[in-house]
């Protein structure tokens, strides 16, 4: 999308949460729908769903794993303007792909991990100042035993072969060189979930896209119709590769005190007059600028009084990469003010769980404190040239010298 496309989906996220959103035009809904995607799969399924009055059925998956961070951001903007949009938004935590998918997490967390991801969820969302009556949770074992869906399981099995089930989760399911039989149906219960949460598309990272094109394929042998597939860039971490809830350099995490946040932004790779895979400039692209067009601000704000001037206010990413690569907005500049705006959004978030006794029991229960395993002492070898050292040496001689035996009478 073009900044002027994106300035212009700016101003109808405005008009939409502030309660206005029965007055977007259909052009109005596709801008916020497709502002700052990858890619977009069957765009005109979208179309018509909002020629006929309707809005939107959209739903974004996550396997309830990982405690999430500032990552979940990325997807959390592009569902706020999804409900600016006027679009249902469903999203599906799914407690059964957590357990298939290799090694991540046990039947006994995912349903706390659940419950925690519905509350962060839910508050990063009202971070960014947009109205969640038309977002809905569902928890994918609500359905996934039913018989039908289980039919269904079984049908697609014998439809998909063991090569393209691969190739479909190579992207999003973990691979080993023996892995279970899991990994194998994971794809095929995300691509039942479109039918069985009767959405019009599914959104999530280009990453999956292997995946959706799958989509595309299986439903129809099934008898069951095409849905859209709408996808957001993978945003480098901050160390230059994927934000992972795994590498504690890489990510921050929502709970997260605004000194520590300071110190791992301090700590990021950010080369000089590169925006090439260059995480913070990535973030302000997909988080920061667009939470602040979300929140009616100006803007994003970089802090100059240091140097005695005026701040820079930017409110579109093309200007930020112009002076980043020109070097008027250098490092030094730019990670102060992204952990201030990244500090700003997690304060609310911070509020509401420092307020809540259930979500911290929640989060106890669900990410326990990982118990180490002491280690034991090593005897130290002192070797042979300490005080006292000759006397032991000659005593344990003795001691493994047998004494002759003797001959029976």
Same mark, same amino acid.
């Given at each position: 999308m073009?900044?002027?496309?994106?300035?212009? !989906?700016?101003?109808?996220?405005? @008009?939409?949460?502030?309660?206005?959103?029965?007055?977007?035009?259909?052009?109005?809904? @596709? !801008?916020?729908?497709?502002?700052?995607?990858?890619?977009?799969?069957?765009?005109?399924?979208?179309?018509?769903?909002?020629?006929?009055?309707?809005?939107?059925?959209?739903?974004?998956?996550?396997a309830t794993t990982g405690r999430p961070h500032c990552g979940y951001l990325v997807p959390a903007i592009k569902i706020a303007q999804l409900l !600016? !949009?006027?679009?249902?938004?469903?999203?599906?935590?799914?407690?059964?792909?957590?357990?298939?998918?290799?090694?991540?997490?046990?039947?006994?967390?995912?349903?706390?991990?659940?419950?925690?991801?519905?509350r962060t969820i839910t508050a990063l969302l009202k971070a960014v100042g947009v109205p969640t009556d038309k977002l809905e949770f569902v928890l994918g074992s609500s359905y996934q035993k039913s018989p039908d869906y289980i039919m269904d399981v079984y049908k697609l099995a014998t439809l998909v072969s063991e090569h393209d089930a691969k190739k479909a989760g190579a992207e999003v399911v973990k691979q080993s060189d023996n892995a279970p039989l899991s990994g194998l149906l994971y794809p095929i219960l995300q691509v039942l979930d479109e039918e069985y949460l009767k959405v019009d598309a599914q959104f999530g990272g280009v990453d999956q896209r292997k995946l959706f094109a799958a989509a595309k394929d299986w439903l129809p042998r099934l008898g069951y119709k095409e849905r859209a597939h709408i996808m957001n860039p993978m945003v480098p971490g901050l160390q230059?590769?994927?934000?992972?809830?795994?590498?504690?350099?890489?990510?921050?995490?929502?709970?997260?005190?605004?000194?520590?946040?300071?110190?791992?932004?301090?700590?990021?790779?950010?080369?000089?007059?590169?925006?090439?895979?260059?995480?913070?400039?990535?973030?302000?692209?997909y988080v920061l600028l667009p939470a602040a067009q979300l929140l009616g601000k100006d803007g994003f704000r970089v802090d100059r009084s240091r140097d005695n001037l005026e701040p820079l206010v930017y409110t579109d990413i093309a200007k930020i990469k112009a002076d980043y690569e020109s070097d008027v907005l250098t490092p030094q500049l730019v990670k102060p003010a992204i952990s201030a705006a990244i500090n700003e959004l997690l304060a609310p978030i911070q509020a509401g769980f420092q307020a809540s006794p259930e979500w911290q029991?929640?989060?106890t229960?669900?990410?326990?404190?990982?118990?180490?395993?002491?280690?034991?002492?090593?005897?130290?070898?002192?070797?042979?040239?300490?005080p006292g050292a000759a006397a032991k040496l000659e005593d344990a001689k003795d001691e493994a010298t047998p004494?002759?035996?003797?001959?029976?009478?």
């Open positions: 073009t900044t002027d496309s994106a300035l212009a !989906a700016t101003a109808d996220a405005k @008009l939409a949460i502030s309660g206005d959103n029965q007055k977007l035009t259909k052009e109005q809904q @596709l !801008a916020l729908i497709n502002v700052n995607l990858a890619e977009i799969l069957n765009p005109e399924i979208i179309e018509k769903v909002i020629d006929e009055g309707r809005a939107p059925r959209i739903y974004w998956g996550t !600016a !949009a006027g679009c249902h938004v469903i999203v599906l935590l799914a407690d059964i792909h957590a357990v298939l998918d290799n090694l991540k997490s046990t039947v006994e967390l995912v349903g706390y991990r659940a419950k925690y991801y519905e230059g590769s994927k934000m992972s809830s795994s590498d504690p350099d890489s990510k921050i995490d929502l709970l997260d005190a605004p000194d520590v946040v300071a110190k791992k932004i301090r700590k990021a790779e950010a080369a000089p007059k590169v925006t090439e895979g260059n995480g913070l400039i990535s973030f302000i692209e029991e929640i989060a229960k669900a990410y326990p404190p990982e118990i180490k395993a002491k280690k034991e002492k090593k005897v130290k070898n002192k070797g042979t040239r300490y004494e002759p035996a003797t001959e029976n009478a």
